[in-house]
Nanobody
Framework: QVQLVESGGGLVQPGGSLRLSCAAS????????VGWYRQAPGKQRELVAT????????YADSVRGRFTISRDNTNKNTVYLQMNSLKPEDTAVYYC?????????WGQGTQVTVSS
């Protein structure tokens, strides 16, 4: 069974940076798209950023220009989310999602808190 493990969350001051990582427990074949989503208290889960197998990226308007999604060049089962210029409204639990031809997988989430 595939497991996704996110890491890199934590507490950071406004304007700071964090890098989230998402690693799969086993090799996932035929990955179509990998993405990061987030869910703040009392709100629905929302898309943050996605990257396709071909390298095309998509970002939510609220994070475009501040966040960067990327995949590890040597281990395609690892994906990152570089978050810069963090704002208090970025506070949420961040989830990794992998979509392949055989299924969709979610991680357990990592908490990101932006506060002074």
């Amino acid at each position: 069974q595939v497991q996704l493990v996110e890491s890199g969350g934590g507490l950071v001051q406004p304007g700071g940076s964090l890098r989230l990582s998402c690693a799969a427990s086993t090799t996932i074949f035929d990955i179509y798209r990998v993405g990061w989503y987030r869910q703040a208290p009392g709100k629905q889960r929302e898309l943050v950023a996605t990257i396709t197998s071909g390298g095309s990226t998509n970002y939510a308007d609220s994070v475009r220009g501040r966040f960067t999604i990327s995949r590890d060049n040597t281990n395609k089962n690892t994906v990152y989310l570089q978050m810069n210029s963090l704002k208090p409204e970025d506070t949420a639990v961040y989830y990794c999602n992998v979509v392949s031809t055989v299924g969709s997988y979610w991680g357990q989430g990592t908490q990101v808190t932006v506060s002074s």
